[in-house]
C-alpha cells in the first residue's frame, strides 16, 4: 500500500552543522505533510508543515523543502543543537471521506555530538 | 493543562487483564485520534472520533480493542484479555478542526506505556 518512509535511519551530527534529514512519499495525491520531533518518553511534537502548493516553508532554524515531481520531503535544521537530539517523523496526510488521516513514516534517529 | 493529557503514563498487567487507557484533549478539538506505538517505530492509527462519533476504527487490531468518547470530550481505549503483543505505547492526539483537507496539524499526549507480562 501506500506509505511514507525515510532514507535514513540514523544521523549523527555535530553540534553547530546543519541536519538534514529525508523523507519520500508514495502517494500524489497528498497535499499537506507535517514533521514531527519525539524525544525519548514523550509524544510527538509539531515542527513544521507545509502543503503542497508550495515549495519550501521555513520555521525557527528549521527548514522544509518538498519536491513533488520526486515525491520528497526534507527537513533542514540549522545549528544543530544538543536539544535536537530525538526521533524525526515525517506524516503524510490522506484525505478520507469525513476526515483527514494522518500517516507516520518509521522515523529518523538523529544524534547530536557535542 | 494546556495540552494533551493521558494517564496512567505506565501500565503493567498479567496477561488476559483488561486495561483502561485514558486521553484528555485540548478543551475545543473536535477530532480525537489514538495511536499505537511499537518500540522504534512510527506511530500507527487506531481509530479516529469526531466529537462523540466513531467515524474509523479499522486500525483497530481486533475485537479485544474498544474506543469511546461518550461526551465528546475524554476518550477511554479499553483492551480486553491483553496479550503481550499488545504491549506499546498508546499515544492520543487531538486537532481543532474535522473538515476534510483542513490541514490542521495534531497534538500529541505522552503517551502510556502499556507492557504486558
Known amino acids: 500500500g501506500e506509505s511514507v518512509g525515510l532514507h535514513l535511519p540514523t544521523l549523527s551530527v555535530q553540534e553547530g552543522d546543519n541536519s538534514i534529514i529525508n523523507c519520500a512519499y508514495s502517494?500524489?495525491?497528498?497535499?499537506?505533510f507535517i514533521w514531527y520531533k519525539q524525544e525519548s518518553g514523550k509524544g510527538p511534537q509539531f515542527i513544521i508543515d507545509?502543503?503542497?502548493?508550495?515549495d519550501k516553508r521555513q520555521g525557527q532554524r528549521v527548514t522544509v523543502l518538498l519536491n513533488k515531481t520526486v515525491k520528497h520531503l526534507s527537513l533542514q535544521i540549522a545549528a544543530t543543537q544538543p536539544g535536537d537530539s530525538a526521533v524525526y517523523f515525517c506524516?503524510?496526510?490522506?484525505?478520507?471521506?469525513?476526515?483527514?488521516?494522518?500517516?507516520f513514516g518509521p522515523g529518523t534517529s538523529l544524534s547530536v555530538i557535542p | 493543562g494546556a495540552g494533551v493529557s493521558q494517564s496512567p503514563r505506565y501500565k503493567v498487567a498479567k496477561r488476559g487483564q483488561d486495561v483502561a487507557l485514558r486521553c484528555d484533549p485540548i478543551?475545543?478539538?473536535?477530532?480525537l485520534f489514538w495511536y499505537q506505538q511499537a518500540l522504534g517505530q512510527g506511530p500507527e492509527f487506531l481509530t479516529y472520533?469526531?466529537?462523540?462519533?466513531?467515524?474509523?476504527k479499522s486500525g483497530l487490531p481486533s475485537d479485544r480493542f474498544f474506543a469511546e468518547r461518550p461526551e465528546g470530550s475524554v476518550s477511554t481505549l479499553k483492551i480486553q484479555r491483553t496479550q503481550q503483543e499488545d504491549s506499546a505505547v498508546y499515544l492520543c492526539?487531538?486537532?481543532?478542526?474535522?473538515?476534510?483537507?483542513?490541514?490542521?496539524?495534531?497534538?500529541f499526549g505522552d503517551g502510556t506505556r502499556l507492557s504486558i507480562l
Open positions: 478543551s475545543g478539538h473536535v477530532s
Open positions: 507545509i502543503r503542497s502548493n508550495m
Open positions: 506524516a503524510e496526510n490522506q484525505m478520507k471521506t469525513s476526515y483527514d488521516k494522518v500517516i
Open positions: 472520533f469526531q466529537n462523540e462519533a466513531q467515524l474509523d
Open positions: 492526539a487531538s486537532s481543532l478542526g474535522h473538515l476534510q483537507n483542513s490541514n490542521q496539524p495534531q497534538h
Open positions: 502517494n500524489s495525491a497528498s497535499d499537506y
